[in-house]
């Protein structure tokens, strides 16, 4: 059973427009949301974290949206730009059992020049 | 700075062999995780260890130990290595925020 899922396997964005990436997840106790960025043959990086406590999260060109009752987050990437081009996978942290962080299945974002 | 570092970046096992993936982190982290990435499944947790001393199951353990050697090293072993096993190998730590460091991983094959 998958407690964080990412629907699309992949996304292609014009270079300047905005890239929305969505995540959905089942189990209500989890206390952060994160997204990772990763490159081919390199490991993940973390890119932005959302509190539990809050809707929305900015850094630079990028954003998180949290919608606590739908169980859905987002993530939104404006202007994008070629260089975004990687796998993003969407995580969410437990507050309890060692704190485990759990991954979706990542979504592979095309950005076209 | 290193971070999380692996060994080894690829590894060609045959069906039944045995191996231990290594890592150690120089960031003074308490947490260390190992995952595993195959195509359409993300990133699974293996095993993972809150603290020194400490080890636990995550999601997909079976067919895998760990040793948290010390505070720096996280080592994962195959007893008897199975092709449902091939998939990249990563290891992270955590201190006391919500984010993970992640190594490069390890590309293991087993034929």
């Known amino acids: 059973d998958q407690q964080v899922k990412q629907n699309s396997p992949s996304l292609s964005v014009q270079e300047g427009r905005i890239s929305i990436l969505n995540c959905d997840y089942t189990?209500?106790?989890?206390?952060?949301f994160l997204w990772y960025k990763k490159y081919p043959a390199e490991g993940p990086t973390f890119l932005i974290s959302?509190?539990?406590?809050?809707d929305k999260n900015e850094d630079g060109r990028f954003t998180v949206f949290l919608n606590k009752s739908a169980k859905h987050l987002s993530l939104h990437i404006v202007p994008s730009q070629p260089g975004d081009s990687a796998v993003y996978f969407c995580?969410?942290?437990?507050?309890?059992?060692?704190?485990?962080?759990?991954f979706g299945a990542g979504t592979r974002l095309f950005v076209k020049a | 700075n290193a971070g999380v570092t692996q060994t080894p970046k690829f590894q060609v096992l045959k069906t039944g062999q045995s191996m231990t993936l290594q890592c150690a982190q120089d960031?003074?982290?308490?947490?260390m995780y190992w995952y595993r990435q195959d195509p359409g499944m993300g990133l699974r947790l293996i095993y993972y260890?809150?603290?020194?001393?400490?080890?636990d199951k995550g999601e997909v353990p079976n067919g895998y130990n760990v040793s948290r050697l010390n505070k720096r090293e996280f080592s994962l072993r195959l007893e008897s290595a199975a092709p449902s096993q091939t998939s990249v190998y990563f290891c992270?730590?955590?201190?006391?925020?919500?984010?993970?460091?992640f190594g490069s991983g390890t590309q293991l094959s087993v034929l």
């Open positions: 995580a969410a942290r437990g507050n309890t059992g060692g704190f485990k962080t759990i």
């Open positions: 959302i509190s539990s406590i809050k």
């Open positions: 260890s809150a603290s020194e001393g400490t080890t």
């Open positions: 189990n209500s106790m989890f206390d952060y």
């Open positions: 992270a730590s955590r201190t006391g925020g919500e984010k993970l460091f």
């Open positions: 960031m003074n982290h308490n947490s």
